[in-house]
């Protein structure tokens, strides 16, 4: 199976700070990455496909690079609806493999 | 607007069995490949299985956690899928999502196995 490595596994920062979150796969995947956001008590919502697509809907203030095995997910200004905790998904290879994700709190 | 509503979940006593339902609305249902995944309390995401669209034979993978005791299936006529869960076991308590694709989700619909 892909291993799936983020890091910070966790991070506090102030409301616009630029935060910027890692993914590390233990084989190459391409651009088969994702990224989602999830709130307390909600369901994911997905950000990022294609390792740098925007999903219709979401702010141009996140934006997502990389390909084969590091990626990042960079949020440019941090609001107080960001503060939640990110998750790294491949899917180039069955079985999907998420990373532990990285929980972004305030400061 | 895409919808997406799980039900079917609820508490079922280990070595029973569950199905899940997954109604999709707003979306080109038949065209879409099915996923689901689950997060078990506290923890992190985990997919549990996929479901291709007819065009691609509707074939399906699971994890190896689940494999032989959950069946994914579909009713394009209906733009619903379902997750089969027999033998269910205690770790397999979790929030249920279904996606279509991986891009839109459901609310979610726990399954809490215990006596």
């Known amino acids: 199976d892909i291993q799936m490595t983020q890091s910070p596994s966790s991070l506090s920062a102030s409301v616009g700070d630029r935060v910027t979150i890692t993914c590390r796969a233990s084989?190459?995947?391409?651009?088969?990455l994702a990224w989602f956001q999830q709130k307390p008590g909600k369901a994911p919502k997905s950000l990022i496909y294609?390792?740098?697509s925007l999903q219709s809907g979401v702010p141009s203030k996140f934006s997502g690079s990389g390909s084969g095995t590091d990626f990042t997910l960079t949020i440019s200004s941090l609001q107080p609806e960001d503060f939640a905790t990110y998750y790294c998904?491949?899917?180039?290879?069955?079985?999907?493999?998420f990373g532990q994700g990285t929980k972004v709190e305030i400061k | 607007e895409v919808q997406l509503v799980e039900s079917g979940g609820g508490l079922v006593q280990p070595g029973r069995s569950l199905r899940l339902s997954c109604t999709v609305s707003?979306?080109?249902?038949?065209?879409?490949?099915m996923s689901w995944f689950r997060q078990a309390p506290g923890k992190g995401l985990e997919w549990v299985g996929f479901?291709?669209?007819?065009?691609?034979?509707?074939?399906?993978e699971y994890a190896a956690s689940v494999k032989g005791r959950f069946t994914i299936s579909r009713d394009d006529s209906r733009s619903i899928a379902y997750l089969q869960m027999n033998s269910l076991k205690a770790e397999d308590t979790a929030v249920y999502y279904c996606?279509?694709?991986?891009?839109?989700w459901g609310q979610g619909a726990l399954v809490t196995v215990s006596t």
């Open positions: 294609d390792a740098s």
């Open positions: 707003g979306f080109s249902f038949g065209d879409s490949a």
């Open positions: 479901i291709r669209s007819r065009a691609y034979s509707g074939t399906t």
């Open positions: 996606t279509v694709e991986i891009d839109y």
């Open positions: 998904q491949q899917y180039n290879t069955f079985p999907w493999t």
């Open positions: 084989q190459d995947i391409s651009n088969f």
